[in-house]
């Protein structure tokens, strides 16, 4: 099993830490994972990105050419990656800033991932969101270990940020294709 | 049960496992891509007032005043790093020349980036010539390791500090933007922070014997010479004990890949890919860079031939060359300023000396 994820969005969004989360929980599976970040002058507002790959065998280069995932967060990160998605690969799209229509929204799954953070009333956990929704849609890693991630970076004494965490990643677990 | 691990870049781990191994002076200039290297550093290096074994952390004004403060360090006996990459490094070529020249340990990490001139920020492998050939004036080497996972990283730091107190040389960690930015899960050694290492060259007070003297300047006549005639004895036997390498199906293989560092980790997976199509490929993986690994190329039937893979146009190439001495055909495929060699294109070069060779 070899899973090549690319998440995109831009700067302040979260993608490098979706990224994060995603790979310290396939490392509590035991699973090999490769993080690598785009690591130029990424700005606040420009578009950033992280690559993540979740095998079984040792990982070659950590650098994604063809994805099989690609978690795409807003407009132009969309633009500069939808190429790189293989035939058949899973979009998961945050709708409240871009979206896919006609023939190419096979194999989407688009959700307004930002005005859900909204109404659960912190916009930043959007990307917490879209963990869920690709936790729910590819059973690669358990929801059981992404917890365990929030409950090891949460800031001790703040409760409140790992259970704007936590819900978030419930909610985007509930959405469903379609 | 799966063993605890814990998530870091190539430059936490290098940074951990120089901690680890009893850094006691880390003194650098921040640059991309090995800054998060520095930033560990500032934040886990300094101790509390009346520490027992005090560490040192200082961000010089630049990179030659922090190559000159590890000189100094050393010199009082520290356990002593700093880092860069490549623009940074070219700049500290002076001062490792002098610590070659004064016999005195220190770890040195470069992170390449792309260059020549200030270059970029991408990945590249283009400092080899530099680091394996002494970069400053004289006759002098560095040992050089190359790490091809954050796991290795953090383990050869700390055989890097060994290695240069066991020797009293620099020692180089050779890595590049792949490795430094590259987050993988390590395994953190159980390995207790070293201190109290005592050093009886140092200047280390006085105060009741000989006084020790620690200096790159030989005016007598003949003293130079003599002096050079050690350090080369020192090389001899770095050579002879310090080959390292790794390598996979040289046995049977009719090509055999050669790649360093994030490099090796692409030509691994393409030699997979070649063998599950029944093509008899191998790979070896030069882990010290200096000395070069020359004994897995001796008695090798001379029908093999050799393929080197780099980041760079063409450097590890000469060392394989001269390793193989005529004996064995030797190709080289690489991609530098920020370019890398894909597990497609090594694929299509490998199939290509198939069918024109064998």
Redesign the interface.
């Known amino acids: 099993m070899t899973e090549q994820i690319i998440i995109a969005g831009s700067g302040g969004q979260g993608v490098m830490l979706l990224g994060k989360v995603l790979a310290q929980a396939a490392m509590l599976e035991g699973r090999q994972v490769t993080w690598f970040p785009a690591y130029g002058a990424e700005v606040r507002g420009g578009t950033s990105y992280c690559m993540v790959i979740i095998a079984d065998q040792a990982i070659g280069s950590p650098y994604v050419t063809a994805a099989d995932t690609l978690i795409v967060l807003n407009l132009p990160s969309l633009e500069k990656f939808k190429s790189r998605l293989k035939t058949k690969g899973l979009l998961i799209l945050n709708s409240s800033l871009a979206q896919m229509s006609g023939e190419d929204k096979t194999g989407v799954w688009q959700f307004p991932f930002t005005d859900i953070a909204i109404n659960l009333g912190n916009i930043k956990v959007a990307n917490m969101v879209a963990l869920g929704c690709y936790a729910a849609a590819k059973n690669i890693v358990k929801v059981k270990n992404i917890l365990e991630v929030f409950k090891s970076i949460a800031p001790a004494g703040n409760s409140g940020i790992l259970e704007i965490n936590q819900r978030a990643l419930a909610e985007g677990q509930k959405l469903n294709k379609g | 049960m ?1 063993k605890t ?1 814990i ?1 870091l870049s190539g430059n936490e781990a290098i940074a951990q496992g120089a901690i680890q191994a009893g850094c006691s002076f880390y003194a650098g200039y921040p640059i ?2 090995q800054n998060e290297l520095i930033a560990y550093m500032a934040k886990y290096m300094p101790t509390p007032p009346g520490t027992e074994a005090p560490r040192v952390f200082i961000q010089a004004e630049s990179e030659l005043a922090a190559i000159s403060m590890v000189y100094g360090a050393s010199a009082a006996g520290a356990r002593a790093m700093t880092s860069s990459s490549s623009p940074g490094i070219s700049l500290k070529q002076e001062g490792i020349s002098y610590i070659a020249g004064a016999r005195l340990p220190a770890v040195i990490v470069n992170i390449m980036r792309g260059g020549p001139g200030l270059g970029n ?1 991408a990945p590249s492998q283009a400092d080899y010539f530099q680091a394996t050939r002494g970069g400053g004036h004289g006759d002098y080497r560095l040992i050089v390791l190359a790490p091809a996972s954050v796991q290795e990283a953090y383990n050869l730091t700390q055989t890097a500090f060994d290695l240069a107190d066991k020797y009293r040389t620099p020692v180089m960690i050779l890595g590049d ?2 490795l430094g ?5 390590v395994q953190l050694s159980g390995r207790k922070i070293k201190t109290g290492l005592v050093k009886k060259w140092a200047l280390s007070g006085c105060a009741g014997r000989k006084p020790n003297i620690v200096k790159s300047f030989f005016l007598r006549e003949g003293g130079l010479e003599e002096f050079n005639l050690k350090l080369q004895a020192n090389y001899a036997l770095i050579k002879r004990k310090e080959e390292r390498y790794e390598s996979f199906f040289l046995s049977d293989a009719k090509i055999i890949l050669v790649a360093y560092g ?1 490099m090796a ?2 030509a ?3 030699m997979y890919q070649l063998r599950s199509a029944g093509k008899k490929v191998g790979l070896l993986r030069p882990v010290s860079l200096w000395p070069f690994p020359q004994q897995p190329f001796n008695r090798r039937n001379s029908k093999v031939k050799y393929l080197v893979l780099e980041m760079s146009y063409g450097q590890m190439v000469e060392d394989v060359r001269l390793a193989v001495n005529g004996k064995n055909t030797v190709d080289f495929f690489g991609r530098s300023g920020g370019g ?1 060699p ?2 497609e294109q090594i694929i299509g070069k490998v199939r290509k000396i198939y069918h024109e060779n064998i």
Not at chain 2, 181 to 185: A, G, L, R, V
């Open positions: 799966v691990k998530l991309t891509p920020i933007g792949i930015q590259m987050m993988e899960p994030s980790r692409i691994k997976s393409a890398i894909s597990e």
